[in-house]
Nanobody, 118 residues
């Protein structure tokens, strides 16, 4: 059974940085596509960044150049480094996992709150 546990959220001022981490278990981690999503109040959940097993990345336009997704396959952890944070980045951030043949993300963490003050 896949389990994903996020950490690293918190309150930060605009322009600041945070690093989120997601520890995975119950899966052959290195073979999965890992993604970070976020959901702000009153908005749909959106994909922020994803990282394939071969190292390819995909970012939402709103975070390109500010956020970086990375993974440590030896530790089963995926990170999201967030720099130059803006109030619009305020949301609950979710880690998710899928296999390459899945059309959508199948496993989700519980989420971690990120709040950016102006």
């Amino acid at each position: 059974q896949v389990q994903l546990v996020e950490s690293g959220g918190g309150l930060v001022q605009a322009g600041g940085s945070l690093r989120l981490a997601c520890v995975a278990s119950g899966m052959f981690f290195s073979t999965y596509i890992m993604g970070w999503h976020r959901q702000a109040p009153g908005k749909h959940r959106e994909l922020v960044a994803e990282l394939t097993s071969d190292g390819s990345t995909n970012y939402a336009d709103s975070v390109k150049g500010r956020f970086t997704i990375s993974r440590d396959n030896a530790k089963n952890i995926v990170y999201l480094q967030m720099n130059s944070l803006k109030p619009d980045d305020t949301a609950v951030y979710y880690c998710a996992a899928r296999r390459f043949y899945d059309s959508s993300y199948r496993s989700w963490g519980q989420g971690t709150q990120v709040t950016v003050s102006s």
